[in-house]
């Protein structure tokens, strides 16, 4: 027990971990100064939001320990890797059947676990593609050289992705459908095949999603082409001219941007999170952030998460196991597409997707997943660290 301990002692990832549990008591503050009015409005405790994401997480850190303390080898068993596709399936068919969503938006990409708490399967499903994913291809290429592998080989993971992206876009989460695929990508990138297999294999993902997308128009096309969502598409295009409708919030969110300059208004004295930023604690969190902490506080938040993309990246590129280069690329790649997507809807560059701020957005499922996530890198992380003490040793 005590060789144990000292190993992950010795070999554990602090400045991941410190950056980590910053972020997340960074955004617990954040949510409490921008959820304040909101939690009035709807009738709650002025802190209501900020105690359920406290409670959030202290469970997600629950689930951190046991990412960063199970040995990562152990997703790429097959036992291990059934059970994660038979989860998924399962919480996949229970939305469909007996989900929920949020009035007015189309989408319906929620489940009640047995009237405890609310959770998101989709968010779970960005890190069974990138386990699964990188589990398939490192059982694969024990038998066959990565470099030789070709799609038809590895026909099960495209399987298990065709799935996931269907009835999430069945749900009519387009951010969640987004981000799932660019992880997908990422992941078969850094496995280590040919470049001319991997376009094939972006070829054949391509061509699948639009077959997808065009059966799920077919079968809900006025669910996702709803009036919000087109909305969402006229105030990208120009949101001025919105401004009354669809294109209040990206207005809105401009305003605060631009309110807080360099150094920001101060804590909590936000005024466009007093009622005219719709849920300001999830998706616009960032604008809240620029407002009262201005430039600074955007910095501090971007340098966190730069930090956290910067390390899986930098485990990818350095390791020699495949296992490991594949999870590491996967969760940096999530982070990364995450934050674009959010940072991406609330400067204009992109739709806006309802796609949350990676740890510093409230919501449970996300940070619950996030978290075993970055358990899981630190685990990688630290292998690789006793590995380099091994060769270190032999020198």
Not at 36 to 52: C, F, H, Q, S, T
């Amino acid at each position: 027990m005590r060789k144990y301990l000292s190993y992950y002692i010795r070999n554990f990832d602090y400045p991941l971990f410190f950056v980590y549990v910053f972020l997340c008591l960074f955004g617990l503050v954040m949510i409490y100064s921008s959820s304040i009015m909101v939690a009035l409005v709807d009738g709650k405790e002025p802190d209501y939001y900020y105690k359920k994401q406290l409670f959030n997480l202290m469970v997600a850190f629950f689930f951190f320990t046991v990412g960063a303390f199970v040995p990562y080898k152990h997703y790429s068993r097959k036992n291990i890797m059934v059970f994660m596709v038979g989860l998924i399936t399962v919480l996949m068919f229970w939305v469909f059947f007996f989900g929920f969503g949020e009035s007015g938006t189309g989408s319906k990409s929620w489940i009640s676990l047995f009237g405890l708490m609310s959770f998101q399967p989709s968010e779970l499903a960005k890190l069974i593609i990138i386990l699964y994913f990188a589990g398939a291809f490192y059982r694969k290429s024990l038998k066959t050289p990565m470099v030789d592998l070709h799609p038809n080989h590895i026909i099960y993971p495209i399987l298990v992705w065709i799935f996931i992206i269907f009835f999430v876009a069945l749900e009519t989460d387009i951010g969640a459908v987004m981000i799932i695929s660019g992880i997908a990508i990422a992941v078969v990138a850094a496995s280590g095949i040919r470049i001319r297999t991997f376009f094939k294999f972006f070829a054949e993902l391509a061509i699948l999603g639009a077959t997808i997308l065009g059966v799920i128009l077919l079968i809900k096309g006025d669910k996702i082409l709803t009036p919000n969502r087109i909305g969402r598409i006229k105030a990208f295009l120009n949101p001025f001219e919105y401004e009354q409708g669809s294109g209040h919030q990206v207005v809105q969110g401009y305003i605060a941007i631009g309110s807080g300059g360099i150094e920001g208004v101060g804590l909590g004295q936000s005024v466009q999170k007093l009622g005219y930023l719709p849920e300001p604690q999830t998706d616009f969190i960032m604008a809240v952030i620029a407002e009262e902490l201005g430039l600074l506080g955007v910095i501090i938040v971007l340098g966190g998460l730069g930090f956290i993309v910067f390390k899986g990246l930098s485990i990818a590129l350095t390791t020699k196991d495949p296992l490991a280069r594949m999870i590491a690329a996967g969760i940096a790649s999530w982070i990364a597409i995450q934050t674009f997507v959010n940072l991406g809807g609330l400067s204009g560059l992109i739709p806006l997707t309802g796609v949350t701020l990676p740890f510093i957005s409230y919501g449970g499922s996300s940070i619950l997943v996030l978290s075993f996530a970055i358990g899981i890198l630190i685990n990688v992380s630290m292998y690789e660290k006793l590995e380099k003490r091994k060769l270190r040793g032999t020198k």
